[in-house]
């Protein structure tokens, strides 16, 4: 089979089937790209999932942009992406077209206000297991924990300040502390 | 226009979706409400249907947003526009970048970034959950079926984990909470 129709069925593939979200479909793309098909090295696998957790979108996707370009080039990097996208695409799509007259009928409006309890939750849970992860440390949990109290203020009192200026400006106090502790170690270095 | 919107608003998701799909959820909920796409309402129902189908939350709330708004075109463009950051960005960075993110500086950005995140999703959970059982700010009521059901909710999760020693998934949590609403909203 040609490399690329065989890259865009086998990430059509890992799309369709995948439920979960990111890691349940790095578990999947390992097992298809580096046990069966032999495209990518294990080790390359572990250093696009680092890559994928410090670059912005899913994780999945930036698997199969790596994979697809390891193996083909930009044309490959384009066909897996899109295989990858191309079936929930189509499952939302149609979804789209029937979720309004669904949520007429009183039986689904009433599961759908638990589910909205469900999706509150579910966030909660995620923000837990992130932080359980975090490094114990004072500076991010400071970034943290400030970050939260403005999020919470631009929720409640309907402050006009967008989430991405927020991490602007987390980054951008991050990056002066790093140049200022720079400096301060090199005024140290130089009295010694 | 509708199409450069929704081009717009969605680069900008996926400029700035660090931390995984719940740490989209926050971004592409500013990015819809403030162009009144859709209501708060309709983004939750649409979080947990994107979270019961296949694929990532992320993809699957731009297709959903983008058709809602402007038909196939629209979803076709979201969907584009929330992935060709991160395709772009992965290409530089294993094609000719390939130290950029040991670089010091890239480093300590992305310090700044990762915590900035998670108080992001943090505070977009607790207010999720408080505004559905206690109202919102300026109309606070209690609303007690939402009360009963996220306690009955979070019992199932605490039960599920000490018994089966795993987590409950979304999946599983998602269905019982449409059981939980269509009992307790019925009645």
């Known amino acids: ?192 | 226009m509708i199409y450069l919107d929704l081009l717009l608003g969605f680069l900008k998701v996926g400029c700035f979706a660090f931390g995984g799909a719940y740490g989209a959820i926050p971004l592409i909920r500013d990015v819809v409400l403030s162009y009144g796409w859709l209501s708060d309402e309709t983004l939750t129902y649409m979080i947990a249907v994107s979270e019961s189908t296949p694929g990532p939350i992320m993809v699957n709330l731009a297709t959903y947003i983008g058709s809602s708004q402007a038909g196939f075109w629209g979803a076709v463009i979201a969907t584009l526009a929330v992935v060709l950051p991160s395709f772009l960005i992965i290409l530089l960075v294993t094609a000719l970048l390939t130290t950029v993110l040991k670089n010091k500086y890239v480093q300590a950005i992305l310090r700044g970034l990762k915590p900035c995140v998670i108080g992001i999703v943090l505070a977009t959970g607790l207010y999720m959950v408080f505004s559905n059982c206690f109202g919102k700010v300026g109309a606070s009521a209690l609303q007690w079926e939402a009360l009963l059901i996220t306690i009955l909710l979070l019992l199932a999760m605490l039960i599920y984990k000490r018994t089966k020693k795993q987590k409950l998934s979304p999946i599983l949590l998602i269905i019982l909470s449409a059981v939980l609403g269509a009992m307790i909203y019925g009645l």
């Open chain 1, 1 to 192: 089979m040609h490399i690329l129709l065989d890259l865009f069925l086998t990430f059509a593939k890992i799309g369709l089937f995948t439920f979960g979200g990111g890691y349940a479909m790095i578990a999947m793309i390992e097992n298809h790209c580096v046990e069966r098909k032999g495209w990518i090295s294990h080790d390359d696998m572990m250093n696009v999932t680092v890559i994928a957790e410090s670059t912005p979108g899913p994780i999945a996707i930036n698997c199969a942009t790596f994979t697809g370009y390891k193996k083909a080039g930009i044309l490959g990097a384009v066909t897996a992406t899109l295989g990858i996208v191309l079936p929930s695409f189509l499952i939302i799509y149609l979804i789209s077209m029937f979720l309004d007259n669904f949520l007429e009928l009183t039986l689904i409006a009433n599961a759908f206000k638990g589910i909205k309890i469900a999706v509150g939750i579910l966030i909660l849970d995620a923000a837990v297991t992130m932080i359980k992860k975090m490094h114990k440390k004072k500076l991010p949990r400071a970034i943290m924990l400030c970050s939260a109290a403005v999020m919470l203020c631009i929720n409640l009192f309907a402050w006009n300040f967008s989430s991405i200026s927020l991490m602007l400006l987390a980054a951008a106090v991050s990056l002066c502390i790093f140049l200022l502790q720079g400096s301060a170690a090199k005024k140290g270095g130089a009295k010694q």
